[in-house]
């Protein structure tokens, strides 16, 4: 199986993965299953607590979470060691670490889905510029992609094209001077799935194409980062 990749496009780094095939065919037809059923189509339905402006957000059945909960929970360890080399240990508010230190704080690291859905998106979908709340990172995967190749501007990393998922920067600055991205964006491609903190803003670009554009999104939490003290 291919090792997560972490990318530092602008500071807070951003994982990548490719799911297992028997993965994305699971979600695929949990979800085929679901839309099948009215009933439970509109039981799933995940549309009123988000952002986005799309056909149908339905959320994943948990037999499929608890059967994948290992995956996940390896990739995001993956995710936070990575994290731990750019940044150092949070809860021992140092920025160097040896070896043991960062391998043992990895291997207490703990995670917890807090949710998980699928977005369902068609011709002149989009989901607007948004972050993810009550949640320490987001992960996104793609399950069906249309044909967007006619569509993808001459941007670098095709960003601001049509399906495509802009992540941006937070802290970036619009000097002139700075070396920083100020986002990155990435083309949807079935098995593909990321991982960021949940507090940097996404969004999603409407397209043209004919057919479904299918992903999935898990919020999620760890037992490592800080959180501010309840006042």
């Known amino acids: 199986m291919e090792s997560l990749k972490t990318y530092f496009p602008y500071g807070p780094p951003i994982g990548y993965a490719k799911l297992p095939d028997e993965l994305v065919n699971d979600l695929n037809k949990g979800c085929d299953d679901i839309v099948k ?24 059945p948990a037999d499929i979470i608890n059967k994948w909960g290992k995956w996940l929970g390896t990739q995001v360890r993956a995710y936070v060691s990575g994290y731990f080399e750019q940044f150092g240990i949070p809860e021992q508010n140092i920025l160097t670490a040896s070896k043991e230190q960062a391998s043992q704080a990895v291997n207490r690291i703990q995670t917890n889905v807090k949710s998980a859905w699928y977005i369902r998106s068609f011709a002149g979908d989009y989901n607007p510029l948004h972050t993810h709340t009550d949640c320490e990172l987001t992960c996104v995967g793609f399950l069906k992609v249309p044909d967007l190749s006619g569509e993808r501007k001459k941007t670098p990393h095709g960003k601001g094209s049509n399906g495509v998922l802009e992540v941006l920067n937070n802290t970036g600055s ?5 070396f920083e991205n100020d986002s990155i964006g990435f083309t949807p491609k079935v098995g593909n799935w990321y991982v960021f903190p949940a507090n940097l803003r996404h969004a999603v670009y409407p397209f043209k194409a004919d057919g479904e554009r299918r992903s999935f999104s898990i919020n999620m939490n760890t037992n490592i980062f800080k959180r501010p003290a309840e006042k």
């Open 37 to 60: 059923d009215k009933e439970l189509s509109k039981s799933s339905d995940h549309s009123q607590s988000l952002v986005g402006q799309v056909e149908q957000e339905l959320l994943i």
């Open 174 to 178: 619009s000097d002139n001077l700075s």
